[in-house]
């Protein structure tokens, strides 16, 4: 019957969750070994590891530029997106389809092609300071998810309300902000923090723009693992993980989780 | 809508690309990114699509769980994701103290920056996406057609073929795009679990512009890269529309 079509599926469904998951907890078990090597199973516990997250310049450094970054970039990502995602959903014009498909460009090129670019063309041919270039870059990143969940909860918005506040006598600006915002209060919010979150986990762009005074934490990580082997990376790593899993429950709390997934 | 991504220092001239590509090492490393990619996306494709359709007949906490297990990777770093296999495969990782325990090597085989570290990093890191294309589509999933085909005859192997996969190629031609232009042009996950041996396109624009500051073979990956990832979503999406023309009853 099909129930030997469905066990199959669920067999594979299953071994499929597994293999996701298991390698995640094993990073947070070999994060707690004694051995000075990443092995598994440990030998002994200790928090050791961790403290030496601490001790690394380039990992606390590179975590507070990081977390500047995602910050700065996905609030540029909302100031520009707001406006443009409006302007979208309201006007449809030809010029309107090409300027969304700007706006979605980054989305096509490839992150290591947009970090060579920008390392090339901003930095060694206009002389752009390390950061801002840097910023750019996080900010076209960013820019794809904001404006698509603006977009999408703009034209989920019914804009009789907001028409009908200007017929009331309500200024155009005025309605804006006290009509629109408060309805796509969740767009907005779900964006910036997809914004936060892929700019904070960002690497091919990050490592091509950085340099001596400008250290994002996944590129320290990768340099970090270049030259050492040791459980310290477990150790971070388990950080970031729990980082995830607060942002998770910040965005289930708000929002519910449906909302990440696109 | 290239407008951005054209500040790309195109000092190349045609000379430059002909150069570039008659070096053997050269056309080596496009080989392997291509074919990394297709294992990596085909992998993907057979563990992905009877997970999702496992996962949309499910209702109620387990589901939101189980979804969470598989959202969860994508908001995690890949530095991350992909440093989980060194501990799987490295000298001293679970694999080797497995197979020593088990008494079939004596000493570490090295699993890690082969080919096939590369593509586990990849299937791994693509993975989650792919279901989460296809959780929607599967959802949509009529059983009222299964239970049909199965009254007319038909054995349930060829109804997956032929009744249940035909409802989903929207969503798998989607999520293959999105997987293959990714698995192509990744960077992380070969750099970490490549290496320097087992160069792949993204590592060599990288090794080619930052190590060696060669920035005209550099430039010429980069346009490489663009135009093949551009070609390839394209062709998908022309598929993709002709297959759609086909479903509309």
């Known amino acids: 019957m099909t129930t030997n079509k469905h066990l199959l599926t669920k067999i594979i469904g299953i071994v499929t969750i597994v293999f996701l998951v298991f390698p995640l907890i094993l990073i947070v078990v070999t994060s707690f070994g004694t051995e000075p090597t990443i092995s598994f199973p440990i030998k002994g516990f200790t928090f050791a590891w961790y403290a030496n997250i601490f001790s690394q310049d380039s990992f ?11 910050l700065l970039a996905s609030l540029a990502s909302a100031l520009v997106g707001l406006p443009a995602a409006y302007a979208l959903t309201r006007g449809e014009t030809k010029f309107s389809h090409f300027l969304e498909s700007v706006f979605l460009a980054p989305v096509m090129v490839p992150e290591v092609v947009l970090g060579f670019s920008l390392y090339s ?60 915002l408060p309805n796509i209060s969740t767009s ?51 950080c970031l993980m729990l980082l995830t899993l607060i942002f998770m429950l910040m965005a289930e709390k708000k929002l519910g989780l449906k909302s990440l997934i696109n | 809508m290239m407008v951005l991504p054209t500040f790309s220092s195109s000092e190349d001239s045609a000379n430059s690309y002909f150069g570039f590509l008659s070096n053997q090492q050269n056309q080596l490393v496009i080989l392997r990114t291509v074919s990394i990619a297709l294992v990596s996306t085909f992998i993907i494709v057979l563990l992905g699509i009877p997970t999702s359709i496992w996962l949309s007949k499910l209702s109620g906490f387990k589901k939101t769980f189980l979804l969470t297990l598989v959202v969860f990777p994508i908001l995690t770093n890949s530095v991350v994701r992909n440093y ?44 989650p996406i792919m279901i989460i294309t296809l959780i929607g589509e599967s959802e949509k999933l009529d059983p009222e057609l299964d239970n049909a085909a199965l009254m007319l005859g038909t054995r349930p192997a060829k109804i997956f073929w032929k009744v249940t996969i035909p409802q989903l190629t929207t969503g798998i031609i989607t999520g293959v795009t999105l997987v293959f232009v990714g698995a192509l042009t990744a960077y992380t996950t070969p750099q970490i679990l490549g290496g320097n041996q087992r160069l792949v396109m993204s590592t060599l624009l990288y090794q080619q512009a930052m190590t060696l500051g060669n920035w005209q073979a550099a430039s010429v990956i980069a346009t490489i890269m663009i135009v093949i990832a551009l070609f390839v979503t394209f062709l998908l999406r022309k598929f993709q529309k002709k297959v759609d023309k086909r479903k509309t009853l």
Not at chain 1, 123 to 148: K, N, W
Not at chain 1, 201 to 229: E, H, W
Not at chain 2, 92 to 111: C, V
Request: proline share 4%; with cysteine.
């Open chain 2, 84 to 127: 989980a296999w060194i501990t799987i495969l490295g000298n001293s990782g679970i694999l080797n103290n497995l197979l020593k325990f088990l008494h079939i090597i004596n000493s570490p085989l090295s699993f890690l920056y082969t080919d096939g570290s590369i593509i586990a990093g990849i299937v791994y890191l693509f993975l």
């Open chain 1, 60 to 70: 606390t450094q590179g975590f507070i530029t990081s977390v500047v970054i995602a």
């Open chain 1, 188 to 238: 907005i919010i779900s964006g910036f923090l997809l914004s936060f979150i892929n700019s904070f986990n960002n690497i091919p762009v990050s490592v091509f723009l950085s340099g001596a005074n400008v250290n994002m934490l996944p590129t320290s990580i990768l340099n970090y693992l270049q030259n050492n082997y040791d459980p310290t990376v477990s150790a971070i790593s388990t």
């Open chain 1, 121 to 180: 063309s901003l930095v060694i041919y206009a002389r752009f300071p390390l950061f801002l270039s840097l910023l750019f870059g996080h900010f076209l990143i960013c820019m794809p998810y904001t404006i698509r969940l603006l977009i999408g909860g703009l034209e989920q918005f019914d804009s009789s309300i907001e028409e009908a506040s200007w017929v009331l006598g309500t200024s155009r600006l005025s309605g804006f902000f006290k009509m629109v």
